[in-house]
């Protein structure tokens, strides 16, 4: 029973704030805003359909299961700052979410022997941009 009322109200919840952005959208007072607006809208939604996870007994892999999601989440929408947002100071912010979250994922999936995607380097290790060159 608890399970289905948490999953009743994962899926209202995520309902609900479709329905929250479908009418900013909808109501945005910058037409122009739409893109982005959509493009945050579908961040979240992968995001909370990745998050819906199946418990899998191991509290530490189910954490990262729905952490990973969490910062992906965050990392996309931090994009789509970048792509539309004009105001440089949260330019800046986002451009840290990106790389902070990264960098969490790398280390939660390193924490559970998980193999990084080849574009992410590990943490505290150099990655070819910063490491010194060879005379």
């Known amino acids: 029973m608890r399970q289905y009322t948490r999953s009743r109200f994962r899926l209202s919840s995520a309902a609900a704030a479709a329905g929250l952005v479908a009418a900013a959208t909808a109501l945005a007072a910058n037409p122009a805003e739409a893109p982005f607006l959509a493009e945050t809208q579908a961040a979240m939604d992968k995001m909370m359909a990745g998050m819906d996870i199946t418990p899998s007994g191991d509290a530490d ?17 931090a994009q789509a700052e970048l792509r539309h947002g004009k105001n440089e100071q949260l330019r800046r912010i986002a451009q840290e979410i990106i790389v902070e979250q990264q960098q969490e994922i790398a280390a939660m999936r390193l924490a559970l022997g998980q193999p990084l995607p080849p574009s992410i380097a590990a943490p505290d290790q150099p990655s070819d941009l910063n490491m010194p060159k060879e005379p």
Not at 62 to 77: R, S
């Open 61 to 77: 892999r189910d954490f990262a299961a729905m952490m990973i999601p969490h910062h992906q989440g965050a990392i996309d929408m």
